[in-house]
Structure formats: structure tokens, C-alpha cells
């Protein structure tokens, strides 16, 4: 089958189109075969050695396509049925075909949702939900800041937000380019991230840009207030948060690592993804999809690393 491997670590230039050997399920997985990959800051992170994986590795966290095969033990799917799933406990999504944990999968039977769609949600979207609900623990009437709000997952963050019953929802943005971009997923307000620091105070912060983003991030906290740490594209030098500034402030720092999360929690995984699924279906969350093909991946890494991206990349990967 193809797929896009990563046989050393480096830029986007290392990624190479190569024919390898089709995956077979294990017990309690499913392969599946790819109808779209979705193209995510993570895999730019293993592309380039920040995730140690043994070479060559197949990058790819996300796809939509049709159930192949079900391993041992596995019920309540069937060959065909068209899927979402995670895949990012192992990778392999950039690939005609991808196993991973049935509880990863979720059928898109009944739901009025395109495959290219749906390969944009399982790792943005999901994630969206349990970043606020699970790890933030918002309450309705809450205010939220969100970091890079018209990317990927920021596009989603605020959308969630709001679904779950939030009061102000600000999105900071890198460049007066994506002012609109971002006000078009549903934020009450946009700010630079320069400007980030006139916005107000909020009870939830979520940063995955790091760098001044982390440190304003927590200084924007009101009392009880809640930072989210759950990236660091701008590749910055870690925060030193000390434990006794939170102490005397009344403020909380928790991170959340999907691939980490899926692992340890893969049921609970899997749920937040069918929230999302479902709340794509119905129209409450909006996601914009550019499509390229499989064998575009570089480029893809291109856009998605210079910053240059809105809403979310995916390779379609069944060839029509
Ligand atoms: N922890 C998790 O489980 C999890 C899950 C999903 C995503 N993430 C993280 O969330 C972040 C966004 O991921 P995504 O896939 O949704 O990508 P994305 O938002 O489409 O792209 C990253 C965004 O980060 C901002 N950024 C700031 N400095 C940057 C730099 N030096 N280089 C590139 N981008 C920079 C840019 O937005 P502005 O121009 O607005 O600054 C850029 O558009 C990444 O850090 C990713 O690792 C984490």
C-alpha cells in the first residue's frame, strides 16, 4: 500500500511516498481503509524528532475512511461501515490503511457528515471537549481566552466553549490576517496575541503556542482561574511557573496530551470523539477543510509549520 513515511527526522523535505506493508488488526483493533488523513501540528512535532518514534515511522493521528478488517474480540463494527477515528497512540494514518483500538473508532452511520470532514475531527474536536470539560472543568457563564483561535484546534476550542455554556469567548491571534478568520468560528472577541494583555481576565486560558502566550496566559487568569498548556508551536523555550505564584493567586496549571490521554483513557477517548462527530453532524461546530492529496503531505507540513493555515488541512488519501 503507500503511504508517507518518515524515515529520518528533519524538515518537510524528509518525508518520503513509499509502498510498505499492509497493517493487519491485533486484538480488540480494527483496520480501516483511509478515505482522509487529517494534517496536524503533532505530526510535524514526531516528523521532527520532538517525539522519539522508531524509524521509518508512518506519521498520521486522525482519518476517516470504511472499517477493512475487526481483530479478535472486537464487536459492534462491521467491514464497510464508514468510520472516524483516532489513530494516534501508534500513527499510521498517512496510509491507504491504518489499525488502531476499536475504542478509538466511531461509525459515521446516520450522520449527514462528508469523509473529509470527518477526518478534521477526532483530534481537534475531541480534544476541544475534553480540554474544557474534562481538564478545565468549565462552568457555564465562564469567560475563556483561546491562543492561535483560527487554527486547527483553536477554530474548534472556542466553538466547544461556547457549546458548553460559556459566557465571554476571546480568541488571541498571531497576525491581523486571521482577525476574520477567527471571528468566523464564533468568538465574541479577537485580539492579537501582542494585545493579548488589554482582554480582560478570564477563568479558563488555553495555550498551545507557549512562550509569552504561556506567561501572559497565566497572568490573564482571574481568581480561581484555570491555564491549559497543551502546545508549544512557537517552539519557545519552556515557562518557569512557580509553585508558590499559584498558591498566593489562587490559580491552576494543568496539561493535556491527547496521544498520552487515548492511551491511558481510550473508552473516554472514543466518547469525546462521538461528541464531536455528533455535534458536527448537527451543525453546533463548524470546521473549515482544505483538502490536498496524500501525496502533498510535505507541503501540507509546509503551510501548517509557517504558521499559514486556517481552520484545518486534510489528505485525502483514497484515490478517486
Ligand atoms: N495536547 C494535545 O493533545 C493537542 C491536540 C491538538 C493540538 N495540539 C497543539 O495545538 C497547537 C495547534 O495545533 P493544530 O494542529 O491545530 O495547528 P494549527 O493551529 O493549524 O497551527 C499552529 C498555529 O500556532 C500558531 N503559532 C505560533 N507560533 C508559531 C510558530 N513559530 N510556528 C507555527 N505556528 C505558530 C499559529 O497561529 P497564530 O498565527 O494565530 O499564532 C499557527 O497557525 C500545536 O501546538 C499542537 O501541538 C495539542
Redo the contacts with the bound molecule.
Keep these: 500500500m503507500r503511504a508517507i513515511t518518515i524515515p529520518q527526522f528533519g524538515s518537510a523535505d524528509v518525508l518520503r511516498l513509499d509502498e510498505v506493508e499492509v497493517p493487519e488488526p491485533g486484538p480488540g483493533q480494527v483496520s480501516i481503509d483511509v478515505a482522509y488523513a487529517g494534517a ?3 505530526e510535524i ?1 514526531y516528523r521532527r524528532g520532538v517525539v522519539d518514534v522508531p524509524l521509518p515511522f508512518v506519521p498520521g493521528i486522525e482519518v476517516s475512511g470504511r472499517v477493512r478488517a475487526l481483530g479478535p474480540g472486537v464487536e459492534g463494527l462491521r467491514a464497510g461501515q464508514p468510520v472516524a477515528a483516532l489513530t494516534i497512540v501508534d500513527g499510521g494514518g498517512y496510509a491507504e490503511v491504518v489499525t488502531t483500538s476499536a475504542d478509538l473508532v466511531t461509525p459515521l452511520d446516520g450522520y449527514d457528515l462528508d469523509l473529509g470532514t470527518a477526518a478534521a475531527l477526532p ?2 474536536s475531541a ?1 476541544a471537549f475534553l480540554v474544557l470539560d474534562r481538564v478545565a472543568r468549565i462552568e457555564p457563564g465562564e469567560d475563556v481566552l483561546v ?8 477554530s474548534q476550542l472556542g466553538q466547544a466553549a461556547r457549546l458548553l455554556g460559556a459566557g465571554r469567548v476571546v480568541g ?4 491581523p490576517a ?1 482577525i476574520e478568520a477567527a471571528r468566523a468560528f464564533g468568538y465574541d472577541e479577537v485580539v492579537l ?1 501582542e494585545q493579548v494583555a488589554g482582554a480582560g481576565r478570564f477563568d479558563v486560558v488555553v495555550d ?2 507557549g512562550g509569552t502566550a504561556r506567561r501572559s496566559g497565566l497572568d490573564l487568569l482571574a481568581p480561581m482561574g484555570r491555564l491549559v498548556v ?6 519557545a523555550e519552556d515557562v518557569g511557573i512557580s509553585a508558590d505564584e499559584l498558591w498566593f493567586a489562587n490559580r491552576t496549571v494543568s496539561g ?4 498520552a ?1 487515548s492511551a491511558a483513557f481510550p473508552q473516554e477517548a472514543g466518547r469525546a470523539l462521538r461528541r464531536a462527530v455528533a455535534a458536527a453532524a448537527s451543525g453546533e461546530l463548524r470546521v473549515r477543510v482544505e483538502s490536498l492529496r496524500l501525496e502533498q503531505a510535505a507541503r501540507a507540513h509546509r503551510r ?4 499559514r ?1 486556517t481552520g ?1 488541512l486534510v489528505l485525502e488519501v483514497e484515490r478517486s
Design positions: 496536524n501540528f503533532a512535532l483530534s481537534n480534544t491562543h492561535a483561535a483560527a487554527g486547527g484546534v483553536g488571541a491571534v498571531g497576525s486571521k496575541r498551545m503556542v497543551m502546545g508549544n508551536a512557537s517552539g493535556f496530551n491527547l496521544a490521554f501548517i509549520e509557517a504558521g493555515t484545518k
